[in-house]
């Protein structure tokens, strides 16, 4: 096959790249094709609906791969500051970060977001709170929040597929980028192969390809720079735990923010820990990668609503010479709280860990606190959490406790493990050219961003600049 642009992942990064070469005052004329993995977004199914438990589906797990990537199954929280999101404004201006924020949320209007935005119009309030994390050593980012909602993210997602494919893209699902094709440090394509090696291998040339495979991809990417020499940088991995508390606890925050970002340094490690991915009356979630991993998340829908709220309290890992492996790492830290949670997500007490016991499932089920994740396994988190990360969260939930009180409550719950992969930072330009010819990274694989509108915006500036080169060259 030929094109003039291959984009490997169907996420937010590699749709909204295609979406902006068309939806322009002088659409494109180029050939596009995606390649994905997984299946469109409304054959996306997960079993555990109807089997309230974890299946492990192959050949990937559903909650993560196809259309739209996680995003589909995710809060479907836009973040509309440059404060959150990564580390994209560090290579291409604060300002102008900000400004194709705005830009990109209007293309998220224009399929269907709701208008509504949370974090704001209490401005007292939020000085109330902001002086109680002051008071606990916590930074308190003030971040607007566009709420999608899981089941509505979905049918948003869904008009872009439609939109894409009756505008001309060409989307492959169920195929997999098995390598690169390179000549003299140019890539010429991709060798694609399909997600079950039902078909023969083939080859996709291309003028342009773009890598946009998201946090599931983060460690294939990493595998790829190796290979092919690709400059990069062992980046940034976050391990940490997924907390739920009753909405009593943290409805003020809910009210008032919708989602408490707040950053802090706990002694005596002094790490960076932050809380991210709130859910008011969400559910705890269960992701499963290739490797058979299995990883906790959380979302909320606009209208089902739990008695729960839960967030993620993660500690960034920054790793220096000689090693080079950061997801490894926390992948082997996933994979030993699996193993003592016979493949399940694990769960335990707050109160349990500073008493020095596991949880047992008698104990949860009289708590104040019931679990939103049925199949969680009660045990002891802390036999295969790091020292130093669990040492960071439980003085971390501790200053928490003085903005939001009773968060630091016995029973309050944290589940694990909850694990971002945004290591492999690619070595680009402002142009989002790697140091291999005709290569270009984006999204949360690349390292420079973390969740949905950040990966969208880069999208959009790597449609804009191809645009640019079709028309400047016509």
Known sequence: MHCDIVIIGAGPAGIFTALEMLRGEHPTHQKIIIVEKGQPIEKRRCPKTQTHKCVDCKPYCHITTGFSGAGAFSDGKLSLSAEVGGMLPELIGYDYAQEMIAYTDQIYLAFGADPHIEGIGNPEKVKEIRRRAIHAGLKLVDCPIRHLGTEKAQDLYHRIEVYLQEHGVEILFGYECANLILENDICRGVIVQHAVGREPDFTITAQHTIVATGRRGADWLEKLCNEHHIAHQ??????????????????????????????????????????????????????????????????????????????????????????????????????????????????????????????????????????????????????????????????????????????????????SPELKFYSNRVKMDADFRTSIQGLYCLGDSSGWTRGLMMASVMGVLMGRKLLADEIGQA
């Open 234 to 415: 062992p980046g940034t991995v976050d391990i940490g735990v997924r907390v739920e508390v009753r909405n009593e606890i943290i409805e003020d925050i809910n009210e008032v923010l919708y989602e408490s970002k707040l950053i802090g340094y706990p002694k005596p490690f002094k790490n960076k820990v932050r809380t991210f991915c709130q859910n008011p009356g969400g559910f705890v979630s269960q992701e499963n990668y290739d490797n058979n991993l299995a990883v906790v998340n959380g979302h909320s829908y606009k209208e089902l609503k739990s008695q729960n709220t839960n967030l993620a309290i993660l500690c960034s890992h920054n790793f220096t010479e000689p090693f080079n492996q950061p997801i490894a790492y926390a992948q082997k830290v996933g994979e030993l709280t699996n193993m003592l949670g016979a493949g399940h997500i694990m769960v335990q007490r707050y109160g349990d860990i500073l008493d020095g016991k596991r949880t047992w499932a008698k104990e949860l089920a009289y708590s104040n606190v019931k679990p939103t994740l049925p199949d969680a396994v009660a045990g002891d988190i802390t036999a295969a959490m790091p020292y130093r990360a669990m040492t960071n969260i439980i003085n971390f939930i501790q200053a928490v406790d003085y903005v939001v009180p009773g968060f630091a409550s016995t029973e309050t719950l944290l589940y």
